[in-house]
């Protein structure tokens, strides 16, 4: 089948990209072309979980073909910059020159494992460096932008646990990326995993606990859940909901076909989406609160 994709690559164009890759993730199509010959510009949350749908789809033998790049050179230059050819395994255009990402940008990296390196982690420290004039990032907002995004790439652990499915370790990695937006002084950070998605992770080896992904994404969230497989998770998400809630920024969780997404103080949530039996997390903070989320997170857990 042809995917011709136009405009910008964000969240919104994920769940289109997933109806129209039905025939190949229901495997009555081995083939996939792909035109971005009118594609723009692409954020965290959508590259990441576009990167991560034609892995999983090249995991299960589909041809995955590039049939053509970005017309527009800055905008393919973009997409080589992030490592978004080279994360989903086709050719990458030559590119006679790579600026330099620090203090601006994390490529999309794969996560070998559900802990943040020492590398990604001195990337993200260094987001916070180049910041405009006029504009400062507090100690504290540094070290709790760090630790969110470590909460959000440990949280992957649940999605690869093989005593709920045995051959989970064979379906791709998550992926993550981070861009750092001066004019907007956020940070936008993106975890996709193709795992087995939060409602699976909850109800362990017994299904039927949640009665729908939604259900199961409010449980995870929900401070000292006591799901029979959950040991304590959603304590970290529970305490990154409630430093978005103080502060303001944006919190979105979407698996299986629910999304939930906090602005603040507020929440929208869409149902019957197409399916996604993995993950998606994203976070988008403001550099310059000042609030500590290791405070929260200690005074949580208690």
Known sequence: MRLAITGNIDHAVFDLLLRQCEPCLSGADAKLDIDLSSAEFGTPTGLVPFAALLRLLKSR??????????????TCGYYCRMDFFKQVGVDTPVQTSRN???????EITELPHPEITEEVAKKLK???QKLPKGVEATEEARSSFIDASGELVSNTRHG?????????????KALLQAQFYPKNEVVSFCVCDCGIGIKRSMEGAGPGMHSSHLD????????RNKGDNSDGKGLGLATLQSFVRRNGGILSIRSGDALKVQHGQRFT???RLPNWE??????????????DLSVLWKRLAK
């Open 61 to 74: 033998g589909v041809d995955v073909n590039i049939s053509e790049y970005p017309t527009n050179p800055s």
């Open 100 to 106: 330099d990402g620090a203090g601006k940008f994390i």
């Open 126 to 128: 260094r987001l916070l």
């Open 160 to 172: 690869y646990n093989s005593d709920i499915e045995a051959d989970v370790e064979r379906k791709p």
């Open 216 to 223: 199961a994404i409010d449980a995870a969230l929900a401070l």
């Open 269 to 271: 949530v869409t149902q």
């Open 278 to 291: 993995g993950t998606v997390v994203s976070l988008q903070i403001d550099v310059q609160k000042t609030s």
